[in-house]
């Protein structure tokens, strides 16, 4: 009877709450006997790069509008009471003279990156806040998406390199800076 009231409590399921450091396996690795195929990263979110920079919001937008410019995207959002601005989604063939691989990895084929050969719809919102101390917070958050034209099938969602995050922070800091 002892032995049955273990057993049932060992399998009975934890109500405890889970750990919120625990960080979920994001990838799973597709398997054929001890062949492994490929990885596939099961993210569906987009990409956040945060940075923190010593100068006013005013010098910081400005910037921004010149990073957007140089990177070759449009800007369609600029609302400065907000403090967002950027593109809410457009088709790119390329960012700053670069392959979109450089920046997204949207799978891969038997020959190449998947990337490279489907459309691509980026979005890239960039909010600016203003901290204490004379520092301004910029957040940037990027999503992709890539479909055969040729066919009728569900986007992919593509997963983010965190270049260009890190890009935008670039320019507008060097921008900030001169």
Not at 4 to 32: E, K, Q
Not at 45 to 52: H, L, P, Q, T
Not at 90 to 119: M, N, P, W
Request: glycine residues 6%; charged residues 20%; contains cysteine.
């Amino acid at each position: 009877m002892l032995f049955g009231c273990v057993l049932a409590a060992a399998c009975a399921p934890s109500h405890a709450p889970p750990d919120s450091r625990a960080t979920p396996d994001l990838r799973t690795v597709v398997m054929d006997g001890s062949v492994r195929h490929t990885i596939v990263d099961l993210r569906q979110e987009a990409s956040v790069g945060r940075v923190s920079l010593l100068a006013e919001p005013a010098s910081v937008w400005a910037a921004l509008h010149s990073a957007f410019e140089r990177l070759g995207i449009d800007v369609t959002t600029a609302d400065v009471n907000t403090g967002l601005i950027g593109n809410s989604g457009y088709e790119a063939r390329s960012i700053e003279g670069h392959r979109l691989s450089r920046y997204f990895d949207c799978g891969s084929g038997l020959s190449s990156q998947l990337t490279d050969s489907k459309v691509v719809t980026v979005a890239v919102m960039v909010h600016v806040q203003s901290a204490p101390k004379g520092v301004t917070v910029v957040t940037t958050t990027v999503d992709a998406f890539a479909h055969d034209r040729a066919l009728s099938s569900n986007a992919t969602h593509c997963v983010s390199r965190g270049r260009l995050e890190s890009r935008i922070a670039e320019l507008v800091q060097d921008e900030v800076e001169s």
